[in-house]
């Protein structure tokens, strides 16, 4: 798919944006994706100060974030703008990628530019990325918690591991999950197997969003973390 056009292997996250890439009509006649200097799916790049005046929003996701199928102007992350001109958003959006991967790449990159805000936007299927060290078939991190702590048990990345397959966006793997409440909802019920990776899911998850949570306060910054249904988990839920 389209995304090999713009990422290069990168040793901790399996994958990442090029650095100013400019495709007129990555998705279509007309609908163009650019990258900054900085890897972001941006126009422009940005200080590490937040501009006097301005509210920085940093959106951290996976393609549902940076935009697949649109144009930069067309993001979501972008058109919060149109609500409100004092706004200034980074997209870190990044197709393909798990829970593991925004955490990291938000950990390593984004905590180097002073913000307000961070939404880390997700769909379920993120959840199933991260139990794997390969995501349709692309190496990437393998996160496990160790003593209560995260541990990366594939760094660095096997080179090798980025330059066959290609990163696809619609997953034969999306489970079916009711949004019930945070942790009801991602994982109504115990996961019974003998791989910890699936069976440590939830608590990865969480020791993750605390992790975020804890760097934001550091940061003066607050973190907003937003559930992106799919059509068929809208459907599902409006037929309960």
Not at 107 to 134: L, S
Not at 142 to 165: D, I, K, Q, T, Y
Request: glycine share 8%; proline share 5%.
């Amino acid at each position: 798919m389209s995304e090999i056009r713009h990422t290069q292997y990168d040793e901790l996250l399996g994958w990442v944006n090029i650095p100013n890439v400019d495709i007129p009509n990555m998705y279509g006649e007309g609908i163009y994706f650019k990258t900054n200097s900085q890897s972001l799916r941006n126009n422009q790049d940005f200080s590490i100060n937040i501009p006097p005046n301005k509210v920085r929003i940093i959106c951290s996701g996976d393609s549902f974030t940076m935009g697949w199928g649109v144009s930069n102007d067309q993001t979501w992350c972008q058109l919060l703008i149109s609500i409100n001109q004092r706004l200034q958003t980074i997209n870190m959006g990044q197709g393909g990628y798990g829970i593991d991967q925004v955490y990291l790449w938000y950990k390593r990159d984004g905590t180097k530019f002073e913000h307000n805000i961070q939404i880390f936007a997700f769909i379920t299927d993120d959840f199933v990325r991260m139990q794997r060290a390969k995501s349709l078939g692309y190496g990437k991190p393998l996160l496990s918690l160790e003593n209560g702590e995260l541990v990366n048990h594939n760094f660095p990345v096997p080179r090798g591991a980025f330059l066959v397959p290609k990163i696809t966006e619609g997953s034969r793997y999306i489970q079916e999950l009711r949004f019930l409440g945070l942790w009801q909802i991602l994982f109504p019920r115990k996961l019974e197997t003998d791989n910890q990776y699936v069976a440590q899911t939830p608590a990865i998850a969480m020791k993750i969003f605390e992790e975020l949570a804890e760097i934001n306060r550091e940061k003066n910054s607050k973190l907003v973390v937003v559930y992106l249904p799919i059509r068929a988990e809208r459907i599902t839920a409006e037929s309960i």
